[in-house]
């Protein structure tokens, strides 16, 4: 009965100091949520279903598509170390 018993708390033990070494490693990196919201005057471009400039790319929607990319560009840019959030 005794060596069931200390076999028993012997396990219990090594279950519970291997989980806590687990969680140590674990690296946790907060995710940033952003929303650009930038003028590409979609409404502008299209007719109903169809497009209205055939194959070219209005001039008037480029300067919010540029920054929208530029935006894109930077974000993915950051450097994401757990020091640095």
Do not use: C, H, W
């Not at 028993?8 to 674990?26: E, H, N, P, R």
């Not at 279903?49 to 300067?63: A, D, Q, R, T």
């Amino acid at each position: 009965m005794k060596k069931s018993v200390s076999l028993f708390f012997t396990a219990m033990f090594l279950t519970v100091a291997s989980a806590s070494a687990q969680f140590d490693s674990i690296i946790k990196i907060k995710t940033l949520r952003v929303g650009i919201f930038a003028p590409l005057y979609l409404d502008s471009v299209f007719e109903g279903s169809s497009y209205k400039y055939n194959k070219n790319f209005p001039k008037f929607s480029l300067p919010g598509l540029d920054f929208v990319q530029g935006a894109q560009i930077a974000l993915d840019s950051i450097e994401r170390l757990p020091n640095n959030i």
